[in-house]
């Protein structure tokens, strides 16, 4: 279906109208911002002076300037009487006469009467933009049927810079119609005082990073937070050989309050697999390590195998197996609870081109055909972001070599199995072990993707940064802000960046201020740390330099969010196969403000979409939200959001209005903050989001609740217009063959940031002659021979030199 936006917008005159029975148009109040608040003065075309139509997609519909009124002679109603998808709405004309001014940083009460006979209701606001005009900002609040007269109030987030006016109104996206009168719009006082610094100058600006004293036991390169608050650390064999040999695979739960670890059972060598929350909070993880390469062999194979990990027992359970191995495979929940998985290595080291898909409502890995298919290979660890519609952003983030063909980023549309090209990202073949993350609020649909680089090539991580806005009709990268440049270890302590050196392994962290910490990294392949850390704000569009980590955090380091606001950061990798087990805590800048924040009391931990939840506070907050706890691994968390909670006020009692769309948030157990007008965040409470009588399992997109009385997900028309190549399913295939750096390096040649494939292609004849003249051809140079060891026989005359005229003339 063709969703593009069909927005109908209305010229509002002012003046008299036949009929009316005012002189004039009604001016805003001192207090209220709104003209024609009560909709008492008539405009043209059945409309009230000051409003307009608006609305876009497949519906029939009535807009009506009734009699139905709250108060005075006149209300506005909107019908729906057929819907296919998108909806209709009366807004404040976009005009500079109409549309009520607005102060950046300020907020504003919201509040109208209303009555509906649909549940398929929301508050949707937009604003202009004084360089990009007129657009969607964001839904506040679902409104609940009512027969007779109800108020509804709401505050908006704070205004986003840029913006000089908004506008706002009812959105009806289901059959039945709203009726609403007087309007009003109230700036918000500021009632906080300025913030206290608690630390030294240096840290209230920069933060302050602590390395705890009990290291990490085990060698894990994936970290989930889990739903009581403490994080599952997996290590599988911690790609260690000698463990994997030996049977040894493990895995630890850290506890943050108490300091300490408890290493648990672990039946497979996890390493290097996927894991994602499930909606009742167990941890689903996928596929790991079947097998290391083998020098002039196989390279890393991954099994079918499949657990889920339970935090109340802290034990493992095995699911049924997925259809195909998938060594470092991605893994991102749908907005029905289900889980999507693409790509990694297959049993037989060869990429895997199968899609996988847990159902959540049967509590199993589906079979084969009923799957869709596009038997494209996505890579490793490829970062499929869930979009407010259901389909899926391939960001272009990835791990090991060269981006996938094309233009690098990609929108995947599951339901109607295509993949539509996306443009504008920088050097997609230098984003290996980039991050990728959905910036704050989830509601704003835009996508950082920052830094990277390429182990094959192995040029220096670079500092790019790209931005996407998945609300345009048209998306594409453009280019953000370079990333703050810090120190490098170059192997004889730090000196400076310079040029255009970057990172790749770079980690980031969505923080409950709304901002961003990107932190830890690396120059090159399993070498070289670089030691930078900063603040990125998407209000702003700038990178803040903060204090960096004092520990190497590159190859299989992670770094996340914990429920006290503050950042863990684990692990480092280098190429000389040691492991970095100590632990990082940063305490960011806004903990160090003063007082935080407490939330004092969650009546229902049990949410449902479209609901308003009530929480009390000890003081006034300026925002709330769900923060999805992480599962992070490879610079890798595609599921990490940040979720607007939109309030309603009435002194320390305080209205959370929960978004209707579940691909907004998908379902499942969530860290819920308040966050006053410093920044200064709460403690988290753990909330859990599911629809009422539970989630539809018919689709990987959609959503759908057993009560006609439930609200649907508010969809817009994002992304509508798409112009670049789109591809249907393939031919079936089995497989796909990969680059030989993909089975791991060989570390027993050249410097620390070589990589000489562990196995060589499969075209490579076993012999010397062969494996260095493929290493010529790719520009490998003179390389020496670390240590005795010869695994490939690249130095048959024993003289430290890998094919070297001697080896040649010997082999």
Sequence with gaps: MNRRRRRIAMLAVTGLTSGLLLAGPQPASAANLIKNAGFETAGTDGMPYCWEKSGWG?????FAHTSDAHTGAKAMKVTLTRRVDGDRKALITESAECAPAATPGKQYDLSLWYRSTTPDTSVTLFRHDTTAGWQYWTDLKTLDMASAYTEATVRTPAVPAGTDRITWGVSVYGTGSVTTDDYTMEQVPDVLPPATCT??????????????PTRNPVRSMHSVVLNNGKVLLIAGSGNSEEQFDAGTFTSAVYDPATGSYKVVPTPKDMFCSGHVQLQDGRVLVMSGNKAYPVAGGHGYEGFKDSYVFDPGTETYSRTNDMNDGHWYPSATVMGNGDVLSFGGLREDSTGSVTAELFSQAEQQWQPLWKVNQTWSYWGLYPSMILMQDGRLFYSGSHVFGNNIPGTGSAIYDYDANTVTQIPGLQNKDQRDQSASVLLPPAQDQKVLTLGGGNIDSNPDGNRLTDIIDLKAANPSYVAGPPLPQ???????GPVAETGNQGKMYVSAVLLPDGKVLETGGALHNRADPVFESSIYDPGTNTFDPVAADPQARGYHSSSFLLPDGRVMSTGDN??????NHNVSIYTPPYLLKGTRPAITSVIDTEWTYGDTQR??????IAKAELIRPAAVTHSSDPNQRFVDLPLSVDGNNVDLNVTSNPNLAPPGWYMLFAVDANGVPSVAKWVHLQGPAGLAADSASTFSVSSGTAAAPHVHSFADDLTGKVTGPGRKRTSQAVGPTVSGCDRHYGSINVCVPTAFPAT????TAARCSWLKANDYGRLKVNGKDDPLGLDPDRDGLACGKGDLRKA
Excluded at 615 to 620: A, G, S
Excluded at 764 to 767: A, D, E, G, L
């Design 574 to 579: 280098p190429g000389n196969g040691t492991w």
């Design 615 to 620: 929480i009390t506070v000890d003081r006034p």
């Design 486 to 492: 810090g120190t490098v270890d170059l192997g004889n």
């Design 199 to 212: 630390g030294t100058a240096d840290t209230c600006a920069n933060g302050r990073w602590d390395v705890l």
């Design 764 to 767: 490579v004849k076993r012999t």
């Design 58 to 62: 497949d519906n029939d519909f009535v």
